[in-house]
């Protein structure tokens, strides 16, 4: 076999290893705008493009979103926002802030904590700390770390408190894990 016969099937196999490893959307897309004046947030909206949905999913979906960004506010909205989306279909998301230049992101100048406790590789326990106090904790029944964490924000959105926690895991080498748990 010819070098220049190699490289072309190299080429070729490489192509296909790239065509199969990209990441598959189809088409619907999203793009999510907060409008910010003197760094506050002055509106925020959403738009989705692309046919794999009806107008019906796009306007369902749109107004979940908008919702969710005056309930909790731009970057509040934004877990939600993301499971809402993915619910239609929607992987592609990007995030735009018009007005934001030169502002920072929100803080409540507080330390905030996320601590998830496993045994093994089920987990145990997780809470939430601000500067240094359980303010949500939760002991069996978790499905996932991410999924607490995600369900605590709006409470601590309610509370004053913007700041993304610092997560902390745990790990328990010498744990019986409970029969018959759930193993994630």
Not at 50 to 66: K, N, T, W
Request: proline residues 3%; glycine residues 10%.
């Amino acid at each position: 076999m010819k070098i220049r016969d190699s490289l072309a099937l190299l080429s070729a196999w490489l192509l296909t290893i790239v065509w199969w490893s990209a990441p598959l959307t189809y088409g619907a897309e999203a793009t999510m705008v907060g409008v910010y004046e003197n760094c506050g947030l002055v509106t925020g909206s959403v738009f989705i493009e692309g046919e794999d949905l009806s107008a019906e999913e796009r306007a369902s979906a749109s107004a979940a979103v908008e919702a969710a960004i005056i309930r909790y506010g731009f970057d509040g909205a934004l877990p939600h926002a993301s499971r809402v989306l993915k619910r239609y279909g929607i992987q592609a998301i990007r995030i735009n802030r018009q007005g934001f230049e030169g502002c920072s992101q929100v803080t409540s100048g507080k330390f905030v904590q996320a601590i998830g406790n496993y045994c093994g590789d089920q987990l145990v326990s997780a809470e939430i700390r601000v500067d240094g106090k359980v303010v949500a904790k939760k002991t069996g029944g978790l499905s996932s770390f991410e999924t607490f964490v995600d369900e605590s924000l709006p409470d601590l959105r309610r509370r004053g408190i913007w700041d993304r926690p610092r997560v902390e895991v745990n790990s328990a080498g010498d744990c019986e894990p409970t029969p018959g748990a759930d193993q994630r």
